[in-house]
């Protein structure tokens, strides 16, 4: 495999298009017209951020339903869904990843693929979509994408809520085994970032020579 190559015919031995469980991807003859249209209908640059917001949940459908390189199709989806969420305003600066969420689903792991294959259906009647593709099962699929984007953004707001803070930090000293001193220290260095050896007796509440102790080991 060559990294960025498309699936191509060329390349391909009789018989050896891919299947991804029970989807069949488009052929490998197919792979470059796909992404063409793939890219026309997603580009970022005349979308708004709730545009663009719909369209990371769609694109990642979109992109693993053409399966266009040999490995690699869902790291590339989700890389391409967090750089959407970042154009979108929505990424926080890494602080959240969808990736988590898809791995959990919002009940069981398996709600991911059970919701992608929703999507890779055929078309149920003449009002559902105009494509091959069933258009109730994207948006079925946007709005499960949608949920679980929210879910990790509320999540991970919840991790760095000052009020629950303190219990978040007793867990770490306790789970790492540090000396239960340097809970203070920690609680200055999370909210101002750094703090002055100094600093330690105040924070600690313990001789200055035993407050500078813990700060240099556990």
Known sequence: MEPGEFRSAARDIANREVA????????????????????????????????KIIAMAAAHHRLNFIHPFYDGNGRVSRLMSHAIALSA??????????????????????????????????????????????????????????????????????????????????LFVTREGLNPHSMGILEEVVIRGEMPRGDAPRATGLPERTARMVCCRP
């Not at 470059?32 to 580009?43: I, L, S």
């Not at 009647?125 to 949920?147: I, K, M, T, Y």
């Open 89 to 170: 305003g929505i990424g926080a600066h890494g602080l959240w990843s969808i990736s988590r969420g898809l791995a959990r689903g919002m009940t069981v792991p398996t709600e991911y693929k059970a919701m992608m294959e929703q999507a890779d259906l055929r078309r149920r009647n003449d009002l559902d979509g105009r494509g091959n593709l069933p258009q109730e099962g994207l948006v079925e699929f946007v709005a499960w994408f949608l949920v679980v984007a929210r879910d990790q953004i509320r999540f991970m707001s919840s991790l760095f809520d000052f009020d629950h803070l303190t219990e978040h930090l007793k």
């Open 20 to 51: 991804v469980g029970r989807h069949r991807p488009p052929s490998s003859g197919r792979v470059a017209a796909f992404m063409e249209h793939f890219q026309r209908r997603y580009d970022l640059a005349g979308m708004g951020n709730s545009q």
